[in-house]
């Protein structure tokens, strides 16, 4: 098996799948949450089995951990400023307001995208597939 460079997650009862990447264009790491630090809070609340699967009670666990942490332009700049010599386009030369711009609204979409996931797999009442 690989280095895993990402967070694998699909909702068991409608295949829908979200990635997120480990390093500064993971859309956790903008809102201030970690894939290991919820990893390890599933498994010591027996919320996560041994094929990596999360019960819905894990899933709602989750959801809630995702809404203490609101997707603000203020943190999308913080991490933009504190990882821009990592995120492509911003090196030394190329920290212009158009490729802010551009970040912000990847930011933006993968958030958007993350939170609908969770939001379905709750309505569904589902549990996912979390491969971190």
Known sequence: MG?????????????KYFR???NPSSTWWVIGLSYWEINDTLKKKKLLDEEGNVS???VKLIW?????????????LAHISRHR?????????KYTPENIRKWIQYFQKGDKEMRSF??????????????V
């Open 20 to 22: 997120d990447s480990y």
């Open 64 to 76: 809630n951990e995702i809404e203490k942490h609101p997707f603000t332009e203020d943190k999308v």
């Open 56 to 58: 819905l009670d894990g």
């Open 3 to 15: 280095i895993k460079l990402g967070a694998d997650l699909t909702i068991t009862k409608s295949g």
């Open 85 to 93: 010599n990592d995120l492509g386009n911003l090196g030394v030369h």
């Open 118 to 131: 969770w939001k379905e797999a709750i309505k569904l009442k589902s549990s996912v597939e979390f491969s």
